[in-house]
């Protein structure tokens, strides 16, 4: 019998006989995104595994986001001055700009 004791600074153990070598186990899985698709506004996100349970390829649908409007605005004021300086201009947004709540 091949026993030894083994110490260190925090612990005390023994080991014993080694033991027969196990079954080998199942291989590992390797997993591998297979495609990205945009999905239509509204939808929900999915990931599918079009693959097998060891060799997982993973198949995503995201949705795209719905598209805004382009923002408008009046020109409420233009003011110049001298030559050679900047002129001002103030802006108002259109009532479609607003923040919705």
Request: one cysteine or more; aromatic letters at 4%.
């Amino acid at each position: 019998m091949n026993e030894k004791n083994n110490f260190n600074q925090n612990h005390c153990y023994i080991l014993g006989p080694t033991g027969p070598t196990g079954p080998q186990g199942l291989p590992g899985s390797m997993i591998s995104v297979n495609s990205t698709e945009t999905g239509p506004p509204g939808t929900s996100a999915s990931v599918t595994n079009s693959g097998t349970i060891h060799n997982v390829l993973l198949d995503f649908v995201i949705p795209r986001g719905d598209t805004g409007k382009a923002p408008t605005f009046q020109i409420g004021s233009v003011t110049t001055s001298e030559p050679g300086s900047n002129a001002s201009v103030t802006l108002t947004p259109n009532d479609n700009n607003k923040n919705k709540e």
